[in-house]
């Protein structure tokens, strides 16, 4: 699983030849969620409130870099490592 970001304990990876909707899985202690790029649901998992905040904060900033992403991983390209939340 490739992993593009880290921050605040939380690690965001994609998976290459994923099925849509366009997500991605984010990782926090031995918890996982995967996130819909577009609408910022949260589509399996669980994560405390404030990491869940935190993971859809970032997602706000870097949705565009995310669905690049997502459109390099249908290819299997490399993906492109996105700016961790600061």
């Given amino acids: 699983m ?3 970001s880290r ?3 939380i ?5 290459y030849r994923e099925h849509a909707p366009p997500h991605f899985h984010a990782s926090y202690r031995e918890l996982e969620i995967r ?11 669980r994560f405390p409130p404030r990491a869940r905040q935190v993971v859809l904060e970032w997602l706000e900033l870097y949705r565009e870099e995310l669905l690049e ?3 390099l991983a249908q290819k299997r390209k490399p993906l492109k490592k ?3 939340l600061e």
């Fill in 69 to 71: 992403d997502w459109e």
């Fill in 35 to 45: 996130v819909n790029i577009q609408t910022g649901e949260i589509m399996t998992g």
């Fill in 7 to 9: 921050f605040l304990g």
């Fill in 2 to 4: 490739p992993e593009i």
């Fill in 82 to 84: 996105i700016e961790p």
């Fill in 11 to 15: 690690v965001i990876a994609m998976y």
